[in-house]
């Protein structure tokens, strides 16, 4: 019987440490992002999350618990194209090196429950 309630509560508890909800803000040379999409990759692989910025620089992400790369993405709307076959592509707001999570020097561990991560961005190089 202690076995098999061991097992239970192993089961329900998982292996990634319940559910997380991350918020907080996103600023670029201390001011708040108003645009764009952070990105939560675990460092497995096997989970990605996805995070609106709103134009007041807040995100909101649910993901499991555990340890993840972060990458953020936001462009400028872009200018209407005379050719209607060229799709238009708006300017990145943002430097390059945090679209790719290789680069990104973003990591964070999100814990079970709710966690505030304000992630800082800076156009100087470093």
Same mark, same amino acid.
């Given at each position: 019987m202690r076995l098999t309630l061991l097992i239970f509560v192993a089961l329900i508890a998982g292996c990634g440490g319940g559910r997380a909800v %991350? /918020? #907080?803000? &996103? =600023?670029?040379? #201390?001011?708040?992002?108003?645009?764009?999409? %952070? =990105?939560? !990759? /675990? =460092?497995? #692989?096997? =989970? &990605?999350?996805? #995070? $609106? !910025? $709103?134009n007041d620089g807040s995100y909101r992400a649910e993901m499991p618990a555990g340890e993840y790369f972060v990458t953020v993405v936001a462009t400028s709307m872009p200018e209407q194209n005379e050719n209607p076959m060229i799709e238009a592509v708006g300017k990145l707001l943002v430097p390059a090196k945090y679209t790719r999570k290789e680069e990104s020097g973003l990591k964070y561990t999100v814990q079970s429950g709710n966690n505030q991560i304000d992630i800082p961005l800076t156009t100087s190089p470093e």
């Open positions: %991350v /918020s #907080g803000n &996103v =600023t670029l040379d #201390g001011e708040p992002l108003v645009t764009g999409t %952070v =990105t939560w !990759i /675990s =460092t497995d #692989g096997k =989970t &990605v999350a996805y #995070g $609106q !910025i $709103q």
